[in-house]
């Protein structure tokens, strides 16, 4: 059976998952694809301060959370469904396209031993969307699309057990914005 990757198999380290509906409900085709790096996975927990009857030394609190966008790097598809939701985008960016609302989807993004068979990491972005496609150089003897680089910004972010199919009860991991 030939390979379903046009990447080779141990190095498509990373499969996305990308469902076909977005926050109103708006039904796709879901979208399924592989990538070679995906990162940084960065939080950052804001701080507030205030001081409190001239004292010296502030009084300091959590303020909220700030999540760096995540690139995915170096992916193929078979079609341009991931192209067509990048596209979906910047079109409600202008508003000239679907609804805002209709671009966020909650992404699955897993990360694959180096046979690329079983699931080692995985992570969901919540409310994700697309800010940047960069496409590769089209080959004319292939039938898929080779992606350079996806960047996403995403609202939370939660880290799912890999053994976990339904990860809906378990919000021990939960991070989102304020």
Known sequence: MANPLLLPKSRARFRVIIPGSGRKGARRETIVTHFQTAGPLSIQILKGSRRHGGSPVPFTWPAGVEHADI???AGSVNDLKLFNWAAEAAAASAGIGPAAEDIYRDVTVEELDRFAETVVFRWRLMNAWPTEYVGANYDNNSNRYLI???TLTYDAL?????????????????????
């Open 158 to 178: 939660r880290i799912v057990h890999p053994d976990l199919v339904d990860d809906a009860a378990d919000t021990r991991f939960l991070l989102s914005r304020v």
């Open 148 to 150: 350079q680089r996806l």
């Open 71 to 73: 690139t995915l790097s």
